[in-house]
């Protein structure tokens, strides 16, 4: 259950490939900033996750919308269905990559980046947020 794993390429504006494995499976999705702000809104499917509940987002590829349909599988684990593809991990472990995920961006780029990249503010509040829940499921 500790094999998901998940990661962001950014490519040129607009454009980053997004890798999801587990122990099974690998895919890579080249996503686009159009629409919502995707980026921030794995954020959200996490803290969801951590309160019990399940969320839909999606990623436009352009011209294809790709939707990730993410459920709570038991207390806690979850089940990711992208399409045909399935993908099973821990909570713990989903709501760790999403943090490592953004921690890594500020790592390599800035949030100015962000914004001119994604069109959007780094989503700073939301990930303070994850971090507390995080903290309270030990």
């Avoid at 996750?49 to 349909?69: A, K, M, R």
């Avoid at 921690?103 to 994604?118: C, F, K, T, V």
Wanted: hydrophobic fraction near 40%; charge should be negative; proline fraction near 1%.
């Amino acid at each position: 259950m500790n094999d998901f794993s998940i990661s962001l390429d950014l490519l040129e504006h607009g454009w980053a490939d997004i890798s999801i494995s587990d122990a099974t499976q690998e895919e890579t999705f080249t996503a686009s900033y159009v629409g919502e702000d995707a980026l921030s809104n794995l954020i959200d499917t996490a803290i969801r996750l951590s309160n019990g509940q399940g969320s839909t987002i999606s990623f436009y590829l352009e011209p294809e919308i790709v939707s990730w349909q993410i459920n709570v599988h038991d207390d806690n684990c979850f089940a990711l269905q992208i399409g045909k593809l399935k993908f099973h991990g821990s909570i713990k472990r989903y709501i760790r990559q999403i943090l490592r995920l953004f921690d890594s961006y500020l790592l390599l780029h800035s949030e100015n980046d962000y914004r001119a990249q994604w069109g959007h503010v780094f989503p700073h509040i939301k990930l303070a947020h994850l971090r507390s829940l995080l903290r309270s499921r030990r």
